[in-house]
């Protein structure tokens, strides 16, 4: 590859690190959001009048956000040709697998969300429910092949590099399946799938605090604030341990990006937990050591050693105040979700058969409010942690990030657009999720007839067109 | 057939695909972009939704699939073809993301200047999209695209000869023909008779101006493209005369109205000329550059491929003709059916 200037590596990375922080809370919702309408839908089907309002809304929802998931996503695949030319050209064969079978589980979940969408009154009702399980079922098969490149990339497996007599370097022995299942996809994946349940049921249950907020306290209010949560609490409870899984796992395999979680400068026995703290020329400031914690957390037991920053050169080193940082944030925010789920089913619990209601204190409100936005950053901090932690390698120990990058100039311009692009795309989807919500409540309608014309007659505020397309 | 053209013709039956389906998506958003202004345009665009709405998210993902299949199949052939097509590949990039938004946004339109706002983002980038995609396929059918080996392409010439502006207008054009033929196909079903003959016009004069810048074209890619001339009169040759016959058959079937046997000719025309282009490159995956064989993945990932296919034909595809039924059925052609407690 031709050599490339810092700052255009930087652009390249900028644009991918905002196309995929972008498009990861996207895609959550087009995993764990078909499962939350499931719920309420198949309720609905039941009897439950409140719950089938519900999944009418939520699924008009989500064909807002899954066609925005859907181009977005579009554009990553895009980008890693754009922005990677030398990771894909040299290792395409090697992780393509996985990227072929996600491409079967976007076919599976694009067709049947058209059939979903559109089968409203005119499938058979369960035939109709059931068109939810397959999109569900994508998004296990679509998050595990995705994660799998990126666990890929972390430990990288499934093939041999040999140095011919001149130097240069040949992949051979390709074998795609133990590319796939490299050593950290069972720990990223559980990790990420969860992460996606306990994104978009804070967030739906956030919109629903919001709601009781403001005083809209009916029963589809309650019933949607309840399932969201209580499919969020369940991630918040599995999630700390299948993290700490991960992070003894990294201990074994990508010890250096766990030094930098851990702010390890060193190698040592009775390695303490450091909470904050931020590394200036070498040296710790700020932090908060708990003696042996982290030892005992990254190895099983207090003495054994946990390698620091300087195990290797200070060119292959991560920066550590990022993906410290990130970490931290991650588990603060994880821990006090955890907290927060037990602590409302908790209080349900004590509070039945008295008068008492946690969903009309306020205070609950205002922190279920947080917990929305807060699982989005918990998300993104996660992601950077295990995406910096990486650097500089792209593909650890074997491949740089700056060896990968494209040649091309005027990285900076398509950065750019892409900013403002993204930018009015996210600003747009917010607020025609509002609109769309408050006609809900304004007319009690569930079709929102779209005004493909003016005013049939006399400039009244009458629909044009009162046979509408549904959704 | 060596493993590794197959796995090139199974990626290239995901270009045929989606110039069909995607194809008349983006055609549709090209009419509704022509619809007219609000007061009359408004039935119309009507009807572009209803047809292109269950089923373009379903369409779009084509695209992935043939990016797919060739970066893992063809990895320096991918690295090369969007390395030096940056520029093109970043505008159907764009327009994707606009279009694919903008469509679903003016489905939630509260307000008619909302809508046409979003309107507006959605059929623009559908008359980009294709463009830049058609300049993309001229551009490798015309050998400007080369294996990189350390060395800078050309960002601005490689995409902008003449078989890539020939390519970026019969790319409009075939998918406006495909598109009004589909939604002439579709009002009819849906017991519109003005709209479908309205449509149906349109793909009449569609359909005549492909075949006559198909005619005219033919003189800028003799000279631009040797390769690709020498197998489009080659090999490629009974591709282009079925293209042509199946093309005739679809503007007779029109003039008479019958929107639904139009509708299979334009298809069939679409699909020869796409595989009559890959028949004439073929062995090239990079015309005059690289044989599929020269840039081809490890083995063990293209028999992995196979199976993906395989994985493929028994889940995608069963679902994907379950949605074509569906949406072919004539409760499903018409506006929203009303049960009774749906509020």
Redesign the interface.
């Known amino acids: 590859m031709v050599a490339v200037s810092a700052s255009q590596l930087l652009a390249a990375r900028d644009q991918m690190a905002l196309s995929l922080g972008f498009h990861i809370v996207l895609s959550c919702f087009g995993v764990a959001f078909p499962t939350l309408i499931y719920i309420v839908h198949r309720r609905g089907l039941r009897g439950d009048s409140d719950a089938l309002l519900l999944a009418k809304r939520w699924s008009k929802v989500a064909a807002v956000l899954f066609a925005v998931g859907a181009v977005s996503g579009t554009v990553l695949s895009f980008e890693m040709g754009l922005l990677w030319p030398g990771l894909m050209s040299r290792f395409g064969d090697v992780v393509g697998l996985p990227f072929a079978l996600e491409g079967i589980a976007f076919f599976v979940e694009a067709i049947f969300i058209g059939i979903y969408l559109y089968g409203w009154n005119r499938l058979p009702p369960k035939v109709h429910l059931r068109t939810l399980v397959p999109m569900m079922a994508a998004g296990v098969v679509g998050t595990f092949c995705v994660v799998a490149v990126n666990a890929w990339m972390n430990s990288p497996s499934g093939f041999r590099l040999v140095t011919s007599a001149d130097g240069t370097q040949r992949i051979t022995d390709v074998q795609p399946l133990t590319a796939m299942f490299n050593n950290a996809v069972w720990t990223e994946f559980s990790h990420m799938f969860v992460a996606a349940y306990m994104v978009v049921g804070f967030v739906v249950a956030a919109v629903y605090a919001g709601g009781m907020l403001k005083g809209r306290r009916d029963r589809a209010h309650r019933l949607g604030f309840t399932v969201a949560f209580a499919v969020a609490s369940v991630g918040a409870l599995v999630q700390p341990l299948i993290g700490h899984i991960a992070g003894m796992r990294l201990a074994e395999h990508q010890p250096i990006k766990l030094a930098a979680m851990e702010l390890a400068t060193t190698t040592e026995h009775n390695a303490p937990l450091r909470i904050g703290g931020i590394l200036i020329d070498g040296t710790v400031r700020a932090a908060i050591d708990i003696p042996g914690v982290s030892s005992l957390l990254a190895r099983g037991w207090f003495n054994r050693p946990v390698p620091g920053l300087d195990q290797v050169p200070k060119a292959d080193q991560p920066p550590a105040n990022v993906v410290h940082n990130s970490f931290q944030i991650m588990v603060g925010i994880g821990t006090a979700l955890v907290l927060f789920s037990l602590w409302f089913w908790w209080r349900r619990r004590r509070n039945r058969g008295t008068d008492r209601d946690l969903l009309t204190s306020r205070r609950f409100l205002r922190l279920a409010l947080l917990a929305g936005p807060l699982a989005v950053v918990a998300l993104e901090s996660g992601w950077t942690t295990t995406e910096v932690g990486r650097q500089p390698w792209i593909v650890q120990g074997v491949l740089r990030v700056k060896d990968a990058v494209t040649p091309n100039g005027g990285i900076w311009i398509s950065f750019t657009v892409t900013a403002i692009v993204y930018a009015g795309l996210a600003t747009i989807t917010y607020r025609v999720l509002r609109s769309m919500s408050r006609r809900w409540r304004e007319h009690g309608e569930i079709d929102l007839p779209t005004p493909y014309g003016p005013p049939s007659t006399g400039g009244s505020n009458e629909v044009p067109n009162q046979r509408e397309v549904p959704v | 057939m060596s493993l590794a053209a197959l796995c090139a013709a199974l990626m290239f039956f995901g270009v045929v695909a989606y110039a069909i389906f995607a194809g008349a998506d983006f055609g549709s958003g090209v009419w509704d972009l022509l619809a007219g202004d ?2 009359s ?3 119309r ?2 009807q572009i ?2 047809s292109i ?3 373009w ?2 369409n ?2 084509w ?3 043939v ?3 060739m ?3 063809l ?2 052939a ?6 030096t097509l ?1 520029v093109p ?2 505008f ?3 327009g ?6 903008g ?10 200047s ?2 046409r706002f ?1 309107g507006a983002a959605f059929a623009a980038s559908s008359l980009i999209t294709p463009f830049f995609l058609g300049m993309i396929a001229g551009a490798i059918a015309s050998g400007r695209v080369e294996l ?1 080996d ?4 050309d ?1 601005l010439t490689s995409w902008t000869g003449p078989t890539s502006w020939v390519g970026g207008v019969l790319a409009v054009l075939t998918c406006s023909f495909l598109a009004a033929t589909f939604l002439a196909a579709d009002s009819h079903r849906a017991g519109d008779r003005d709209m479908a003959n309205y449509f149906g016009r349109r793909a009449l004069v569609s359909g005549l101006l492909s075949g006559a810048v198909a005619m005219i074209a033919i003189a800028p890619i003799e000279s631009d493209a040797d390769t690709l001339a020498g197998g489009l009169q080659g090999k490629a040759a009974p591709f282009v005369a079925i293209s042509a016959v199946a093309g005739l058959f679809a503007l007779w079937r029109l003039r008479a109205r019958r929107y639904a046997r139009a509708r299979v000719g334009a298809v069939i025309a679409v699909a020869a000329v796409v595989i009559g282009w890959g028949v004439a490159q073929y062995p090239d995956i990079l015309v005059d550059h690289a044989e599929i064989s020269d840039v081809a ?2 083995r ?3 028999y ?2 196979l199976i ?1 296919f395989a ?2 034909a028994v ?2 595809v069963p ?2 003709a ?2 074509f039924l ?2 072919n059925r004539r ?2 052609a018409d ?5 009774p407690s ?2």
């Open positions: 609000a007061a345009g408004g039935a665009r009507r939704d209803r709405g269950p089923v998210e379903a779009h993902v695209l992935i699939y990016l797919v299949f970066w893992t199949a990895p320096r991918f690295a090369a073809m969007i390395t940056f590949w970043l159907v990039g764009l994707i993301v606009l279009r694919g938004s469509f679903a946004f003016r489905k939630f339109a509260e307000t008619l909302q809508a979003y990189l350390g060395r800078h392409p960002l993945g490890a063990s990932t293209l992995g491929l993906v994985i493929a889940t995608a679902a994907m379950w949605l569906l949406v409760d499903w506006d929203a059916p009303r049960a749906a509020g």
